[in-house]
């Protein structure tokens, strides 16, 4: 959950979320694994009671909400207004 958490916030501050939906909408395997990590999260919170049978709802979102971060990291380029505007 630790790694799941700190993945997260470095996408957030490495690229943002207009860098994350520029990204995504390229790409239908990161829309898949976006809605796919989603629609698992939400169907897990809402149906677990207990933490035990949450861990094991959640074991299918977590490769691909990996690949995502992951995916997302390495493919972002951000554009020439967004480095001008740093300068």
């Given amino acids: 959950g630790?790694?799941?958490?700190?993945?997260?916030?470095?996408?957030?501050v490495k690229v943002g979320i207009k860098g994350?939906?520029?990204t995504v909408k390229s790409s239908q395997i990161?829309?898949?694994s976006f809605f796919f990590t989603i629609?698992?999260?939400a169907m897990a919170?809402?149906?677990a009671f207990n933490f035990g049978t949450l861990a094991r709802y959640k074991m299918p979102l977590i490769?691909?909400?990996y690949f995502f971060i992951i995916s997302?990291?390495?493919t972002y380029k951000p554009s020439k207004k967004h480095n001008e505007s740093k300068v």
């Fill in 2 to 12: 630790i790694f799941m958490l700190f993945f997260s916030f470095l996408l957030l």
């Fill in 20 to 22: 994350i939906y520029q």
């Fill in 30 to 32: 990161l829309i898949f």
């Fill in 39 to 41: 629609f698992i999260a």
């Fill in 45 to 47: 919170g809402g149906i």
């Fill in 63 to 65: 490769p691909f909400f």
């Fill in 72 to 74: 997302i990291l390495t």
